[in-house]
C-alpha cells in the first residue's frame, strides 16, 4: 500500500503561482509513475501530469508550459509547480501514485482557486 499527503493549495489571483507538494510512504518501492489529477465541479476527473521513476514526464496540453512536475527521490516527494495561474485551473488536485502493477493510490486532494 502507498499513502500519499498533498499540501500547497490555496487561493491565489489569475496570473499567479503555486506549488503543490506530495509525500508517499508505505511500499515506495512499488511506484512506477506519481502525478497529478485534477477536478473542477460538474467535471470529470483528469489528468494534469505525470513523471515516472526513470523522470519521463507527460502534461495535459492545457497546462504545457505553465505548470512542471518534478520529483526528489530522497524525499519521495512529488512536486508540481503551477505558473501563470488561470480562472480555469481551479479545481481539486489529487496526486496520484501507479504501482508496476497497475494499483492506484489517491491523496486527499487540495483545493486549487484562481479568482480573476
Known amino acids: 500500500q502507498v499513502q500519499l499527503v498533498e499540501s500547497g493549495g490555496g487561493l491565489v489571483q489569475a496570473g499567479g503561482s503555486l506549488r503543490l507538494s506530495c509525500a508517499a510512504s508505505g511500499s515506495i518501492f512499488s511506484i512506477r509513475a506519481m502525478g497529478w489529477y485534477r477536478q473542477a465541479p460538474g467535471k470529470q476527473r483528469e489528468l494534469v501530469a505525470t513523471?515516472?521513476?526513470?523522470?519521463?514526464?507527460n502534461y495535459a496540453d492545457s497546462v504545457k508550459a505553465r505548470f512542471t512536475i518534478s520529483r526528489d527521490n530522497a524525499k519521495n516527494t512529488v512536486y508540481l509547480q503551477m505558473n501563470s495561474l488561470k480562472p480555469e485551473d481551479t479545481a481539486v488536485y489529487y496526486c496520484?501514485?501507479?504501482?508496476?502493477?497497475?494499483?492506484?493510490?489517491w491523496g486527499q486532494g487540495t483545493q486549487v482557486t484562481v479568482s480573476s
Open positions: 496520484n501514485a501507479e504501482t508496476h502493477w497497475g494499483a492506484n493510490s
Open positions: 513523471i515516472t521513476t526513470i523522470g519521463t514526464t
